[in-house]
């Protein structure tokens, strides 16, 4: 075999041979892009401990700004009805060096006799002043503080050890919304700690409000059937009805507080409202996590 044979054979089994390699190579390189990818898609979530604030142009509380802080959130869990259950937490966050950033978040269901759970909490008071069957609420901070309160919040994450005393907040998650001082204008808020959970956006489904009939006598029969259907992707917990004898204002309470799966109210249509030919009624479906849709009915003429 000739010199230039011997060199022809030689190199093609090097061309060979760095061939398999790089397919070997190529072949790792994959295994190792999947492991890799594999490990990142198994990668547990990070629970968040944070809180926000939104405040309204008007508020007391949080003079219009909006607010971001991470971490540095201390809980306390409390059983004021002592039947070995949490139906209280409080929440301080605390910047060491800036004493403008210290804030106090409470939640109670003290006087719903009842646990803090995951749900819809409405007409909320303030805590320490609330009454038997209303939720309490308090939201203060940078040396401001409300002397009277009403709101609602959302608790959609409430995860506790009860088997420690105290017992200790695990994991929780709020929204709220917080009027001061008899003011329109609203504190609104999340509050994640350690929590994975997020709460509920998707409002309810609520159409068909109808009326048995379009005008009313009321010496003759005060009274008309207000229908509506509602239903949503978690569960309906509240429906208000009110209405407005322009057909604008609703300033007229005609039931609070019917429960989520009623879907008819019958109004006797008493005294205090005054004849009109352009009434209208309006439906409020709320759900688990406050989400509120409104559907309002044809004109109702009253006599």
Known sequence: MSQYEKATNMFEKNRKLSSKILQTLLALSLVLTSLGWNAMARQEPTPKSEFSLRSENGDYIGVGQTYFYLGNLTPAAFDENGDGQVDAVRFLYFTPTNTESSWTLAFSVAKLRGNLIPGYYADAMLVDQETVGHPGLEVKGNFRYC?????????????????????????????????????????????????????????????????????????????????????????????????????????????????????????????????????????????????????????????
């Open 147 to 303: 002397d009277t309160v009403t709101g609602d919040f959302v608790v959609f994450d409430a995860v506790f050890d009860t088997t420690a005393t105290p017992p200790k907040v695990v994991s929780f998650g709020v929204t709220f919304r917080q009027f001061c001082n008899g003011g329109k204008s609203a504190l609104n808020g999340t509050l994640y700690f350690n929590s994975l959970a997020e709460p509920d956006v998707q409002k309810p489904l609520l159409n068909n409000v109808t009326l048995s009939r379009k005008k009313v006598i009321r010496s003759q029969d005060p009274s008309v059937m207000i229908s509506w259907s509602s239903s949503d992707n978690t569960r309906i917990t509240r429906h208000d009805l009110q209405f407005a004898r322009d057909g604008e204002t609703f300033s007229t309470e005609v039931a609070t507080g019917l429960s989520g799966t009623t879907q008819s109210f019958n109004w006797t249509i008493g005294s205090a409202v005054k004849s009109t030919t352009s009434g209208l009624v309006k439906v409020i479906a709320i759900d688990l996590g406050g989400n509120r849709s409104e559907a309002t009915s044809k004109k109702l003429r009253i006599k």
